[in-house]
């Protein structure tokens, strides 16, 4: 009896043992799939739907573009700076900042009492270069008939020479003033003068009010003339070698940064700035209204295009602030045959354009070759980040 008692036991622990070694190998098995950090398993039904396309990188002529800031500036010749050459005070002026100007409209009446010394002064000389034409005249007369000597004839002559000399000095005073010399010549002394303006634009400064004395060094107003403006880029010296003159240039505004303006390089400067950059002048192709002297500007200046590797956008996913596109395996046997399996990959974007973006490397990987993912690949990262999600929990 002991020994049946014995045998039984014995049996039990065989086939308990047996059940856990069945068990074990069910649960291997059974296991699924572990897909590692960067891979992501789907079955065809998921690959149809998500809509996923894959195809070989391609080789596009994309444009090299250097990037560069800047501003929106104008020509020295059309930004004027007004001031009184004589000074005075300020009599009359209705000019507001923003006020369209025409070229020789009155932007102020400018009183200065030293305008009647000047105008005197120009009367009395006038007078007496009258009076010295007359006696070198009765000077010269004398001298051929021998009655007077030549010296009194030279010294009238010279009379002559300092009067129109100190009359035309007068003129220019008269002319820098304002003063219109054809109301002098009618004997019309005035105690004032106007400023006129030299070009058509927008007031941009107004500096005086009524009764307020100007110096001649006192710049009262400032007019812009907007129809010519330019763009204004700061280079970095590395990029400079790269810049050729024509260029085309897409830049933006802050004001309003949704819409682009064409550009030409017209002048690079032969200077390095104390920030190792170049300034480049560049000419706008249409003239635009909408742009204002020192907006700030964002450019792209398009250097030419290069045969490159390149991929749709669409084909490049941001993951944790890096650039991954996605390869299909194929190579892997001990895969199921029924799924497909993708490897996200991570890549070195280069220039951007018309949708397509330059596709380099870190390692010596051949893409050439590869099935890469060019439509569907969010929905990819999107099953990779569950798939993460899900082994957290």
């Known amino acids: 009896m002991k020994n049946i008692a014995i045998t039984f036991f014995i049996i039990f622990i065989i086939f308990s043992c047996n059940k856990k070694t069945e068990e074990k190998q069910e649960i291997v098995e059974h296991a699924p799939h572990e897909e590692s950090g960067n891979s992501v398993e789907i079955t065809q039904s998921q690959y149809k739907i998500a809509g996923i396309e894959t195809g070989p990188i391609s080789i596009r002529n994309l444009s090299d573009v250097v990037v560069a800031n800047g501003i929106i500036d104008i020509p020295p010749q059309n930004l004027v700076s007004i001031s009184a050459p004589m000074g005075g005070f300020i009599r009359k002026t209705e000019l507001l900042q923003g006020m369209k100007v025409k070229k020789g409209q009155v932007l102020a009446i400018i009183e200065n009492p030293d305008f009647i010394q000047i105008q005197q002064d120009y009367l009395e000389t006038e007078s007496k270069l009258e009076y010295a034409e007359l006696e070198y005249e009765r000077q ?50 005035v105690n004032h003068t106007t400023i006129t303006s030299p070009i058509n634009g927008s007031v941009t400064t107004v500096n005086v009010n009524i009764g307020k004395y100007v110096n001649p060094t006192d710049v009262m107003f400032e007019i812009v003339d907007t ?47 104390e920030d190792r950059t170049v300034r480049v002048h560049c000419h706008l192709t249409k003239d635009d209204p909408g742009l204002l002297p020192q907006n700030f500007v964002k450019a792209i200046i398009e250097t030419g295009a290069n045969p490159v590797t390149a991929l749709p956008d669409e084909a490049i996913v941001d993951f944790e602030g890096k ?71």
């Open 140 to 189: 010269n007369k004398l001298s051929q008939e021998n009655v007077s000597a030549k010296k009194v004839q030279q010294q009238a002559n010279s009379e002559v020479r300092i009067q129109k000399a100190r009359l035309a000095g007068l003129k220019e005073r008269l002319k820098t003033a304002g003063i219109n010399l054809n109301t002098l010549a009618n004997g019309t002394i």
């Open 323 to 393: 650039p991954y596109i996605f390869l299909q395996n194929i190579s892997d046997v001990n895969k199921d045959p029924a799924n497909l399996f993708f490897e996200m990959k991570e890549v070195i974007l280069g220039v951007s354009e018309n949708g397509f973006s330059q596709v380099k490397f870190s390692d010596q990987f051949d893409g050439s070759k590869a099935k890469i993912v060019i439509k569907g690949a969010y929905t990819l990262l999107s099953k990779l980040k569950n798939s993460e999600d899900e082994d957290e929990h």
């Open 227 to 273: 129809h010519h403006l330019h763009v204004e880029l700061s280079v970095f010296e590395q990029d400079i070698p790269k810049i050729k003159l024509g260029q085309l240039i897409r830049f933006t505004v802050t004001n309003n940064p949704g819409k682009e303006n064409l550009a030409e390089v017209y002048l690079i400067n032969q200077k390095i700035n």
